[in-house]
Protein backbone atom coordinates (compact mmCIF):
# COMPACT_ATOMS: atom_id res chain seq x y z
CA UNK A 1 0.00 0.00 0.00
CA UNK A 2 1.40 3.31 -0.97
CA UNK A 3 0.15 7.30 -0.44
CA UNK A 4 0.26 8.51 -3.41
CA UNK A 5 0.02 12.29 -2.79
CA UNK A 6 -1.03 14.28 0.55
CA UNK A 7 -1.36 17.51 1.84
CA UNK A 8 0.10 18.86 5.37
CA UNK A 9 -2.12 19.74 7.75
CA UNK A 10 -0.76 19.78 11.27
CA UNK A 11 -2.18 19.60 14.42
CA UNK A 12 -0.38 21.69 17.11
CA UNK A 13 -2.84 20.96 19.93
CA UNK A 14 -1.31 17.01 19.69
CA UNK A 15 1.63 15.17 18.51
CA UNK A 16 -0.78 13.73 15.81
CA UNK A 17 -0.71 15.53 11.80
CA UNK A 18 -3.93 14.76 9.62
CA UNK A 19 -3.10 14.79 6.37
CA UNK A 20 -5.08 14.67 2.95
CA UNK A 21 -4.15 11.51 1.12
CA UNK A 22 -4.78 8.76 -1.45
CA UNK A 23 -3.88 4.92 -0.36
CA UNK A 24 -3.40 2.65 -3.97
CA UNK A 25 -3.25 -0.78 -3.41
CA UNK A 26 -3.16 -3.15 -6.52
CA UNK A 27 -5.32 -1.20 -8.97
CA UNK A 28 -7.66 0.77 -6.53
CA UNK A 29 -7.18 4.48 -5.13
CA UNK A 30 -8.96 6.10 -2.14
CA UNK A 31 -8.98 9.63 -1.21
CA UNK A 32 -9.05 10.34 2.19
CA UNK A 33 -7.88 11.60 5.79
CA UNK A 34 -5.37 9.83 7.55
CA UNK A 35 -3.74 10.56 10.83
CA UNK A 36 -0.21 10.06 11.57
CA UNK A 37 0.93 9.43 15.40
CA UNK A 38 4.39 9.49 14.94
CA UNK A 39 4.76 7.98 18.82
CA UNK A 40 2.14 4.73 18.01
CA UNK A 41 3.32 1.34 18.47
CA UNK A 42 1.24 -0.08 15.85
CA UNK A 43 -0.43 0.42 12.38
CA UNK A 44 -4.17 0.44 11.77
CA UNK A 45 -6.35 0.26 8.62
CA UNK A 46 -10.42 0.76 9.18
CA UNK A 47 -11.77 -2.68 8.45
CA UNK A 48 -14.16 -0.28 5.43
CA UNK A 49 -11.11 1.06 4.14
CA UNK A 50 -9.43 -2.19 4.18
CA UNK A 51 -12.77 -3.67 1.96
CA UNK A 52 -13.02 -0.52 -0.48
CA UNK A 53 -9.74 -0.85 -1.64
CA UNK A 54 -9.73 -4.94 -1.31
CA UNK A 55 -7.40 -5.30 0.96
CA UNK A 56 -7.70 -8.81 2.50
CA UNK A 57 -8.48 -9.27 6.45
CA UNK A 58 -6.99 -12.07 8.36
CA UNK A 59 -8.70 -12.30 11.88
CA UNK A 60 -6.14 -12.55 14.41
CA UNK A 61 -6.53 -14.57 17.84
CA UNK A 62 -5.80 -11.29 19.78
CA UNK A 63 -7.86 -8.44 20.90
CA UNK A 64 -6.73 -4.86 21.58
CA UNK A 65 -7.56 -2.80 24.49
CA UNK A 66 -9.60 0.27 23.91
CA UNK A 67 -6.58 2.34 24.97
CA UNK A 68 -4.25 0.04 22.29
CA UNK A 69 -2.44 -2.39 24.97
CA UNK A 70 -2.26 -6.20 23.76
Do not use: C
Request: proline share 4%; glycine share 6%; no cysteine.
Amino acid sequence: MGVYRSTFAPNYANSRTLLKATLLWRNRSLHLSALVHSGADKSFLDREVARQLGVDIIPLNVSMEPDGKL
